[in-house]
């Protein structure tokens, strides 16, 4: 519902300045960051002359739904699928950029209210927000670039894996992708599976940790865990193989897929916006907390297989499909 209905200010009311000051008020001090908000442009420094660099963009009624999610949520999620990406690099979170595109009409307080969850995600990853834009738009458009640091380590890209690795994955598989057909079916609870649809859960140091103790290759599971690994096969030319009784199926997920009649393992393998990392490790090398082996890869043809098999059906999310 738009402010103007509700006799809220609207964006259009605010204005584009006083809006800016109200998304970039309380941002903390960062070491990184040598010129911060209200200039042309933000100046960070680079610890080792390298800036991982990401964007993704989250677009209303094809990534999130206003009725479904707080302006908090969606701002956190909007975040996270950046900084995630710079922990799947092995690197550590610096610095946020976002552009905002929304109806005039928009309550003020939403748009503040998104940027409080933007900056709160930010924090949890040790980043802090250093500028952006605003314009008007159609619908609410979020797009949030998130840099990084490598903090002098190679980064780990998905063209590394190699034969006799182990895959191991570390966070949540298949909770938002259940939350969501939770969603579908009009309901609103398990709250905890809703909870994930609204907004991941991620361990932001797993990244950097991961790359310390060796990992050949990794990503962070935004399309689904097959589709994903699919990306690492095919830039590292090698063969993935799934085990499904590997994954362990957590009681909330079990408990939602025995209500809907469905098997929790296509959540697990197909869903994504958990933005859990899985990687790829040499099987004498110790594997870094909170990463569980789930599979190993084989020799090329390139191509991802679970259990031994083709898998029948998506593999996950495509955009454009």
């Not at 095919?234 to 085990?243: F, N, P, R």
């Not at 907390?289 to 191509?303: C, D, L, N, W």
Request: proline share 4%.
């Amino acid at each position: 519902m738009s402010g103007e209905a509700t006799g809220e200010r609207t964006l259009r009311d605010v204005g584009e300045f006083a809006l800016i000051d109200r998304l970039v008020a309380d941002i903390p001090q960062s070491d990184f960051v040598d010129v911060g908000p209200g200039d042309d442009a933000a100046v960070l420094q680079c610890s080792d002359g390298r800036v991982v660099v990401c964007v993704d963009v989250l677009v209303e009624g094809k990534h999130f739904r206003r009725d479904w999610s707080t302006a908090i949520d969606i701002g956190r999620r909007a975040a996270a699928a950046s900084l995630s990406d710079i922990n799947a690099m092995g690197a550590v979170s610096t610095a946020l950029l976002v552009g905002v595109a929304a109806p005039g009409d928009l309550p003020a307080t939403w748009l503040a209210e998104a940027g409080a969850g933007l900056k709160e995600e930010a924090a949890n990853a040790g980043a802090v927000l250093v500028g952006g834009d605003t314009t008007e738009g159609d619908a609410v458009v979020l797009s949030v670039t998130a840099l990084g640091s490598l903090e002098g380590r190679a980064a780990v890209t998905r063209g590394g894996a190699q034969v006799g690795d182990v895959v191991a994955v570390c966070g949540r598989l298949g909770w938002a992708a259940a939350g969501l057909a939770v969603l579908g079916r009009g309901f609103r609870s398990p709250k905890v599976l809703v909870d994930a649809h609204r907004y991941p859960v991620i361990d932001y140091t797993a990244g950097p940790r991961a790359a310390t103790a060796g990992a050949t290759a990794m990503i962070d599971v935004s399309d689904g865990l097959l589709a994903d690994l699919g990306h690492i096969a095919a830039a590292s030319g090698v063969a993935i193989d799934v085990h499904t009784e590997q994954l362990e199926v957590p009681e909330p997920l079990q408990a939602a897929a025995s209500a809907y009649n469905v098997d929790p393992h296509g959540w697990m393998l197909t869903g994504g916006d958990d933005h859990a990392l899985v990687a790829c490790f040499p099987a004498k090398k110790k594997l870094p907390a909170g990463f569980t082996v789930i599979g190993v890869v084989g020799e090329s043809p390139a191509q991802v297989t679970v259990d031994g098999a083709q898998f029948e059906g998506s593999a996950g999310f495509t955009h454009f499909a």
